[in-house]
């Protein structure tokens, strides 16, 4: 998914690249899902990434509001 140019406004990873962030659930919910998976449902992708050990992350004070992602592995 991230590596999907057309998805780029979407979703991306972090400069990083220890997470990606989805800048715009609805979007993504609209496009790339559907696409990817059978199934439109934010929540539902969310449940599968934390059955992968994937957990929502804080992003720093004065950020945007996107939903950031990263693995435990990945995590300090």
């Not at 962030?21 to 599968?48: G, I």
């Amino acid at each position: 998914i991230l590596q999907v140019p057309s998805f780029q406004s979407v979703i991306s990873s972090t400069p990083q690249g220890d997470a990606f962030m989805v800048k715009d659930v609805t979007a993504f919910s609209q496009t790339v899902l559907p696409r990817m998976y059978k199934h439109q449902n934010f929540s539902s992708f969310v449940c599968q990434l934390n059955k992968y050990d994937f957990h929502k992350v804080s992003v720093k004070e004065g950020a945007d509001d996107s939903d950031h992602v990263r693995t435990s592995s990945s995590q300090d």
